[in-house]
């Protein structure tokens, strides 16, 4: 059974390192489209980032560009998402979710990825 658990949000300080981790249990992430996507209140969801298979391709949207990072962990099978200036903007819950259906991440993953989705995670900056 495949399975995604998304860990690291809670109440962060704007300006302080903000680290969220997916891991995924039942498939190697180094084999897959995997990427993030969060909801803040009131609001649509929106992509945040992906990566491609074996470390290759990434995306960003646009506002996320310059701010977040994201990589795999191939030990731990997590995909990771790190930014070091978190803004009050960034509070959302956050999001992983893989897309089997594509070969490489690009801006087409975020109109619905094909695949399992975890639970999210709650993260609030505060000013």
């Known amino acids: 059974e495949v399975q995604f658990v998304e860990s690291g949000g809670g109440l962060v300080q704007a300006g302080e390192s903000l680290r969220l981790s997916c891991a995924a249990s039942?498939?190697?992430?180094?084999?897959?489209?995997i990427g993030w996507f969060r909801q803040a209140p009131g609001k649509e969801r929106e992509g945040v980032s992906c990566?491609?298979?074996?470390?290759?391709?990434?995306d960003y949207t646009d506002s996320k560009k310059g701010r977040f990072n994201i990589s795999v962990d191939d030990v731990k099978n997590t995909v990771n998402i790190q930014t070091d200036s978190p803004k009050p903007k960034d509070t959302a819950v956050y999001y992983c979710a893989e897309d089997w259906a594509k070969a490489y991440c690009s801006s087409y993953y975020y109109y619905w990825p094909q695949g399992f989705w975890g639970q999210g995670t709650q993260v609030t900056v505060s000013s």
């Open positions: 990566i491609g298979p074996s470390n290759g391709t990434t």
């Open positions: 039942g498939l190697p992430v180094d084999d897959y489209v």
